[in-house]
């Protein structure tokens, strides 16, 4: 690990415990999905904010986590465009066939 990167995460860890109004990775990660939704209330998104500012790992975490969403809503958008309603004749004969046996 380069020097930087483990400053970085003493400093990190020093901040999370020791600074009033931080809050932890994993409070951070069960707020995402309000932040997300807008749902946080204004304290909650101050501290929100100050977390995703001091830590870099949640800060990238978050931003996967957007392209990972944004991505099922495109997929599952072209899903819905290209589903055809009609069965085709033949596999129904097909399956009416198979079901007599």
């Known amino acids: 690990m380069s020097i930087m990167n483990n400053l970085y995460k003493k ?3 020093f901040m999370l415990n020791n600074l009033y109004g931080m ?3 994993k409070e951070f ?13 204004d304290m909650k ?14 800060h990238d975490y978050l931003a ?8 099922s809503q495109a997929v599952y ?3 819905d465009e290209s589903i055809s309603v009609e069965v085709p ?6 399956i009416l066939k198979a079901r007599k046996r």
């Open 23 to 25: 809050i932890t990775c």
């Open 64 to 71: 996967a986590y957007q392209r990972t969403v944004e991505m």
């Open 89 to 94: 004749e033949n596999l129904i004969k097909a």
């Open 45 to 58: 998104q101050t501290l929100f904010d100050r977390h995703l500012r001091v830590c870099r790992d949640c």
């Open 29 to 41: 990660e069960y707020y995402m999905p309000f932040y997300l939704d807008n749902e946080l209330s």
């Open 77 to 79: 958008h072209l899903a």
């Open 11 to 13: 400093l990190k860890v």
